[in-house]
């Protein structure tokens, strides 16, 4: 199959105006709701002024842009190629002997292209951004004071509140976050003041206290005492410890691997890690997709003239893909599908159809 540059260049050139204008355009609305969104959290929060609520919209810019990213590629491709149609560019085209193939084809490159850049560049800003949002919204709009953190070194945990301050480290970790090993328990008042420091062979948290067995406490004034048995109170419950880990999305892309093999050796769960890195590599699949999902139908118009049932018929192909994409993942969260299957279903099923369709049409 011969290509021309020319043509190429040229239907590239709209693709991506088309697909700029649409992305500006949707992120621009997903902004200003998540603004407003954001407004009406901190509306009862003295603390939390226009300025906050404006930097925490814009830290999370990158992430509402991730999400339109599918969405903009399809409905730029459509508006592609409605607008050749409607030109009778299309129809000139198809009929000097052009296949439908060299008009997919540099959309579909640069579908591929922004998908490898979304993946490799794109998201580790986008994670970077979105932690920073979620530490400024744990502190001013949820009011939260503990935080977990799993490093090779073991497990570290805070909680507490103005007042006094509890810092666990733990060696071992095992009934997801609900029994630990070899623990020291650091405690703080006024803010820098050490109080005295708990080790203790095991921890296991019960309903608002944690269970310590062979516990040595070290109090500031050097005074040591030991007890078989212990009992420290707690605010903190098992999902709340799952719920302090670092969500998926503030990982960059490249960090997420080692994070899963560091939770892995502390005994937590990584399903959802692994579904989300899956999610992100398997971007680039998911926008060829949503490619050829718009030339399926838009690429019809030419032969049936029915432009309005193609142009609802491929948007509403497309939003099914993106809503089968959600149920996969969730199928994957609650253990139903493996994460890779999960995370790489709905795209490559979706992309195989399209190829089918279009050979169809093509080649009869």
């Known amino acids: 199959m011969y290509v021309s540059p020319t043509l190429s260049r040229y239907i590239a050139r709209r693709f991506l105006s088309s697909f700029a204008l649409v992305f500006g355009v949707l992120v621009a609305v997903a902004f200003l709701i998540d603004l407003v969104n954001l407004g009406d959290r901190a509306s009862s929060r003295e603390e939390a002024g226009f300025g906050l609520v404006l930097e925490m919209a814009l830290l999370r810019a990158p992430f509402l842009a991730q999400k339109a990213l599918p969405f903009a590629l399809l409905f730029g491709a459509m508006l592609t190629y409605v607008w050749l149609e409607r030109t009778h560019e299309l129809v000139v085209s198809r009929a000097a002997g052009v296949s439908a193939w060299q008009f997919l084809l540099p959309s579909l490159a640069i579908a591929l292209m922004l998908g490898a850049f979304a993946v490799t560049a794109f998201s580790p800003l986008a994670s970077a951004m979105t932690s920073r949002f979620e530490q400024l919204e744990t502190r001013f709009l949820r009011g939260q004071s ?86 420290m109170p707690t605010e903190l419950t098992v999902s709340r410890i799952q719920s302090s880990l670092a969500s998926p999305e503030t990982l960059s892309f490249w960090e997420l691997p080692g994070f899963i093999e560091t939770m892995e050796r502390a005994g937590f769960s990584v399903t959802r890690h692994e579904i989300h890195w899956h999610a992100i590599l398997s971007t680039p699949l998911l926008l060829a997709a949503m490619v050829f999902v718009a030339a399926v139908f838009s690429l019809r118009l030419t032969r049936q003239g029915r432009l309005g049932l193609f142009i609802v018929a491929g948007l509403g192909a497309g939003f099914l893909l993106y809503f089968l994409s959600d149920v996969s993942l969730a199928l994957g969260m609650s253990g139903k599908l493996p994460p890779v299957l999960s995370a790489w279903a709905p795209a490559a099923i979706f992309a195989m159809i399209g190829g089918a369709l279009l050979f169809h049409m093509e080649d009869g």
């Open 146 to 231: 503990s935080h977990l953190a799993v490093s090779p070194g073991g497990l570290w945990l805070r909680e507490g509140d103005r007042k006094r301050q509890f810092v666990i480290h733990a060696n071992r970790v095992s009934a997801h976050g609900a029994e630990l090993g070899d623990v020291i328990i650091f405690t703080f008042e006024d803010g820098d003041r050490f109080v005295e420091r708990v080790d203790a062979e095991t921890a296991v948290l019960l309903d608002g206290h944690w269970d310590l067995a062979n516990v040595s406490i070290t109090r500031s004034n050097a005074t040591v005492e030991t007890h078989d048995r212990l009992q």
